[in-house]
């Protein structure tokens, strides 16, 4: 099978918002959920790390809104790469 595509190895998430509609529907009633809401969406595409002291600058973290929903994605470090390399798994989709 030459043709098979292949993919990269990547931790993947995917969180639904529980009453985001909700949260939608009371933009409405003020601009301090328009910006709470806001910097919320801002602070999951472009996350602070919370340990100072590790360099998160070449980690290859993605985050993608999906209506209601975040789906996150990272590779795995150099470690943990070669460590799903020695091991036999079995399945290796995500």
């Given at each position: 099978?030459?043709?098979?595509?292949?993919?990269d190895?990547r931790?993947?998430?995917?969180?639904?918002?529980?009453?985001?509609?909700?949260?939608?529907?009371?933009l409405?009633?003020?601009?301090d959920?328009f910006?709470?809401?806001?910097?919320?969406?801002?602070e999951?595409?472009?996350p602070?790390?919370?340990?100072?002291s590790?360099?998160?600058?070449?980690?290859?973290?993605?985050?993608?809104?999906?209506?209601?929903?975040v789906?996150?994605?990272?590779e795995?470090?150099?470690?943990?790469?070669?460590r799903?390399?020695?091991?036999?798994?079995?399945?290796r989709?995500?």
């Open positions: 099978m030459a043709d098979e595509p292949s993919y190895l931790y993947c998430a995917f969180v639904d918002i529980l009453g985001f509609r909700e949260l939608i529907g009371r409405k009633s003020g601009e959920y910006e709470r809401l806001r910097l919320l969406l801002a999951i595409h472009q602070v790390p919370a340990i100072p590790v360099d998160f600058s070449s980690a290859d973290f993605r985050a993608q809104s999906i209506s209601d929903a789906e996150f994605s990272t795995p470090t150099r470690a943990e790469r070669n799903y390399r020695t091991e036999d798994t079995g399945d989709s995500c």
